[in-house]
C-alpha cells in the first residue's frame, strides 16, 4: 500500500468516525443507527468482507448501548474499534502490537490531565474491565479472521492439459477372426511389408541359388523317370507343409508384433485418460 493511499484510508477512517459518532447522536430518539449508510456499506448482503465489518461495528454500538455508556463513551468506543481495524488493515500489527496499543489507549483514559484538579475519568475501573473482556471475545479471539479479511490475495488460474495419441491408420491392427481372413487381408488391405537391405540381400541369393537347380532338371529329362505318383504327392505335400509352417511362422510373428504395438499404444491412452 503506497503512502498515498494510507493517507487516504486515514481520511476516509477519521470520515467514519465522525459518521459514527453522528449517528450515535441520532440515535438518541429512535434507538435505530442505519451503520449501512455511515460506513457506505452498499454490498453487505452479497460481499463477506463488509458484512462482517458492519456486524464487528453493529455489536459493538449496541454493547455499548447494553451498557449504559453516555454519549461520549459510546464515541470512544467507536473510535477504539475504528482504530484498532486500522492497525490491521494499514499498519498489519501483529497480535501483541495491537493489543498493546489497546491497553494504552484504554488506560489513558484512567490518566488524571493534572494532579491539582479533582480527577474525573472516563471509565470507572470495572468499565474497562468490561471494555476488555468485550474486545477478547469480539476482536482478539478472532484475530487471525480479521487479519485475513484485510491480506490480498492473488487469483491463480489452474488448468489442465491432456494430449491424446491418435492411432496412425497405416499402421492399424489385422482384422479379427469374425472379420474377413487373413488371406484376403494381406493380400489386398494391408500396408506394403517395407524390407530392410539385408532382406533384399538375402531374397536375392535364394533365388541365384534356386534357379541352377530348376535349370538342371529342366535339362535332365531323364530325372522324372522312375517317380511314381505316390512320389511325387509325397513330396508336394512335404513341400506344401515346409511352406505352410514358414507362413505361419511368418504370421504369427507379424501378428505378435501388431498385438505388443497396440497393447503398449492402448496403455499409454489409458494412463493419460486416467490423469
Request: charged fraction near 30%; glycine fraction near 2%; aromatic fraction near 10%.
Amino acid at each position: 500500500m503506497t503512502g498515498r493511499e494510507r493517507s487516504r484510508e486515514g481520511v476516509r477512517s477519521a470520515e467514519n468516525s465522525e459518521r459514527i459518532k453522528r449517528g450515535e447522536e441520532a440515535d438518541k430518539c429512535d434507538r435505530r443507527l442505519s451503520f449501512e449508510d455511515i460506513l457506505n456499506f452498499e454490498n453487505h448482503q452479497t460481499c463477506v468482507k463488509e458484512a462482517a465489518l458492519l456486524e464487528y461495528f453493529v455489536s459493538g454500538f449496541w454493547w455499548a448501548k447494553e451498557m449504559n455508556f453516555n454519549s461520549q463513551q459510546i464515541s470512544f468506543i467507536m473510535a477504539l474499534l475504528q482504530q484498532l481495524l486500522d492497525n490491521i488493515k494499514n499498519k498489519q500489527s501483529s497480535f501483541a502490537d495491537n493489543f498493546k496499543a489497546f491497553t494504552q489507549t484504554v488506560l489513558a483514559t484512567r490518566q488524571s490531565p493534572s494532579s491539582e484538579t479533582k480527577a474525573s475519568f472516563l471509565f470507572t475501573t470495572d468499565q474497562i474491565k468490561a471494555i476488555t473482556d468485550y474486545f477478547k471475545t469480539s476482536l482478539f479471539q478472532h484475530y487471525r479472521l480479521y487479519e485475513y479479511l484485510f491480506t490480498h490475495r492473488e487469483k491463480q488460474l489452474l488448468k489442465t492439459e491432456k494430449c491424446i495419441e491418435v492411432i496412425d491408420p497405416a499402421e492399424s491392427a489385422a482384422p479379427l477372426e469374425e472379420g474377413m481372413s487373413a488371406d484376403l487381408y494381406f493380400h489386398y488391405m494391408a500396408p506394403p511389408r517395407v524390407q530392410t537391405p539385408e532382406q533384399t540381400v538375402q531374397e536375392s541369393l535364394e533365388e541365384n541359388v534356386e534357379e541352377p537347380g530348376k535349370a538342371e532338371l529342366e535339362e535332365s529329362p531323364g530325372n522324372h523317370v522312375g517317380f511314381s505318383v505316390e512320389d511325387v504327392r509325397e513330396a508336394l505335400e512335404e513341400m506344401t507343409q515346409e511352406m505352410l509352417a514358414k507362413l505361419q511362422a511368418d504370421f504369427t510373428e507379424k501378428l505378435r508384433v501388431h498385438e505388443e504395438t497396440y497393447i503398449s499404444r492402448l496403455e499409454r491412452l489409458q494412463k493419460a485418460s486416467s490423469i
